[in-house]
């Protein structure tokens, strides 16, 4: 015996979010419906996955407790240095924003 299937309609989905799962679809080798149905599979039935997310934010925040008071400075302040060192060697010492 056959389970039978359901059908779903969305409607009122906006363009750009029907152009983008096409895109899609076709990147995967499958039709705009196949992929929606592979999504939604996905989205609702993916519990490993989410698993395994919870298990890697975890992971990062003992990582992150671990490291704290390291003296190690913050990403942003990584980054700000690393801009203005490459303003000055663009621009000249002093010449910089």
């Known amino acids: ?44 039935t993916d519990n490993e996955q989410l698993a395994s997310r919870e298990d890697a934010a975890q992971r990062l925040a003992a990582f992150r407790q671990r490291m704290a008071g390291r003296g190690s400075p913050p990403s942003a302040v990584l980054l700000q240095e690393a801009r203005a060192e490459r303003v000055e060697t663009l621009a000249g010492p002093g010449d910089g924003a």
């Open 1 to 44: 015996m056959e389970a039978e299937l359901a059908t779903l309609t969305v409607r009122n989905l906006d363009d750009e979010l029907v152009r983008r799962l096409r895109i899609r679809a076709a990147e995967h080798g499958r039709s705009a419906e196949a992929e929606h149905r592979e999504l939604l599979r996905l989205a609702l």
